[in-house]
């Protein structure tokens, strides 16, 4: 690693698994301070304890991004004890299953709430400092979901295209005052978040779902965490200084098609 | 048959428009808002 995010102090919420915990050891790795931000108390404390193991500063922040007091006393904890935030990544995601006619209404402002109302309370609960700091990156997570449409999957396509347009918004608000905000749209992966979807997709089978899944996508594999922490390490970093605004699918071809 | 269209939002902006046109059509139609006192017939 060559220390690409040295003396950075980066926020990923949903850090406690699947993408978030690959992005908060690539951070680490790469030099940053890691506020790990999860809903799961035990999962992030877990992370955070990993990174400060193999040598990092990290420290693990619970909250549920859907809730305001919960965030903003989040971001003061981290804060106070690293300093201000420099990389902020709203990765914290939830899905949620059913076509619009089936659909249900709990979980769709759940999804809702979750996905694009928890980008703009971390995003505003974090920009203080960051302004502060004298500027900073912001990385929003959408999804190929967003792009294109997903079967049996309207509040999930709907909560991303949300935050889509969502970085576009704070992209041109933001940009004078020196923060660049960014979207990935990550392809599927397999984390316990899709498992639903899959099993779905496959008619109660998640391995069958698996199969289908895989047919949409040219590269002929679904993404790693990795893929996308990669994809994330680029826009935090000082490489893509005049990157704002942009989406960044990482998806093997799935919407080139 | 004759058909039916929904309008939501029918009250301003384009709404009442969209009512026109469809009635025009000979579509039934159907008129929603929050506010009903601002649906023209």
């Given at each position: 690693m060559t220390g690409r995010l040295s003396g950075k102090v980066a926020l990923i919420t949903g850090g406690g698994a699947g993408i978030g915990?690959?992005?908060?050891?690539l951070f680490a790795a790469e030099g940053a301070a890691v506020g790990v931000l999860d809903v799961d108390r035990v999962a992030a404390a877990q992370v955070a304890d990993e990174l400060a193991a193999t040598g990092g500063r990290a420290i693990a922040v619970a909250a549920n991004v859907s809730v305001d007091a919960e965030v903003r006393e989040a971001v003061r904890a981290l804060v106070e004890s690293l300093g201000p935030v420099n990389v902020l990544y709203n990765n914290a995601g939830v899905a949620s299953t059913g076509a619009v006619d089936v659909a249900d209404e709990d979980d769709w402002d759940r999804c809702m709430a979750i996905n694009a109302k928890g980008t703009f309370l971390t995003s505003r609960a974090v920009l203080p400092s960051m302004l502060a700091a004298g500027g900073g990156s912001i990385i929003n997570q959408a999804s190929?979901?967003?792009?294109?449409?997903?079967?049996?999957?309207?509040a999930y396509c709907a909560a991303k295209?949300?935050?889509?347009?969502?970085?576009?918004?704070?992209?041109?608000?933001?940009?004078?005052?020196?923060?660049?905000?960014?979207?990935i749209a990550p392809g599927t992966i397999y984390t316990p978040m899709m498992e639903p979807l899959l099993k779905a997709r496959g008619g109660g089978d998640v391995e069958r779902g698996l199969a289908t899944t895989l047919e949409k996508y040219p590269i002929g594999r679904l993404a790693q965490p990795y893929d996308i922490a990669a994809a994330a390490l680029y826009l935090a970093g000082s490489e893509s200084a005049f990157v704002t605004g942009s989406v960044l699918t990482v998806d093997g071809g799935m919407t080139s098609q | 048959m004759s058909r039916v269209a929904a309008v939501t939002g029918a009250g301003n902006s384009i709404g009442p428009a969209a009512l026109q046109s469809l009635e025009e059509e000979h579509l039934q139609v159907g008129a929603l808002d929050l506010d009903c006192g601002a649906i023209a017939w």
């Open positions: 915990r690959a992005t908060a050891r190929v979901a967003a792009i294109v449409g997903v079967a049996d999957f309207a295209g949300a935050v889509l347009a969502l970085t576009r918004s704070m992209s041109v608000d933001l940009a004078p005052r020196g923060i660049r905000v960014n979207v | -």
